[in-house]
């Protein structure tokens, strides 16, 4: 796959994520009674919701700065995914598995998603000396 392709792949993808994430962050803090009700059916608290929605609309700003934040990135790609894996089994567990199919989606658009991020910006670890 050439590198424009690989582009091309992670950008759609980022801005499906983005869209994703950000309405629902948008949703969490301006209290939608849809999003409001499935999070607090789930069992998760009011507080934690404004949590959400905050962090995930400052993912989405992070992730759609181009060439830039680089390491915070992967911390944002971190972040989607614990909260797709927790909003999985949290909807097995209280509404059924028929309710956690969004979830199964997203994890495989974010997984695609950050496989191509990998491949356009691939980790440069460098040992730094420290005198003792």
């Given at each position: ?10 950008w ?26 499935i ?7 009011a507080?934690?919701?404004?949590i ?6 400052a ?54 998603t ?19």
């Amino acid at each position: 796959m050439n590198s424009k392709t690989t582009k091309i792949i992670y950008w759609t993808g980022a801005v499906l994520t983005s869209l994703w994430f950000g309405a629902s962050g948008f949703f969490e803090l301006t209290n939608n009674p849809l999003v409001w009700g499935i999070t607090q059916q789930l069992g998760y608290p009011a507080h934690f919701i404004y949590i959400l929605g905050v962090f995930k609309v400052a993912g989405v700003i992070t992730l759609l700065i181009p060439n830039k934040l680089l390491r915070l990135k992967e911390w944002v790609f971190a972040g989607v995914f614990f909260d797709i894996i927790f909003a999985f089994f949290s909807k097995i567990a209280v509404l059924g598995f028929g309710a956690a199919t969004d979830a199964i989606v997203a994890f495989v658009m974010v997984s695609i998603t950050y496989a191509m991020y990998r491949k356009l910006y691939t980790a440069t670890y460098t040992t730094s000396s420290v005198n003792f």
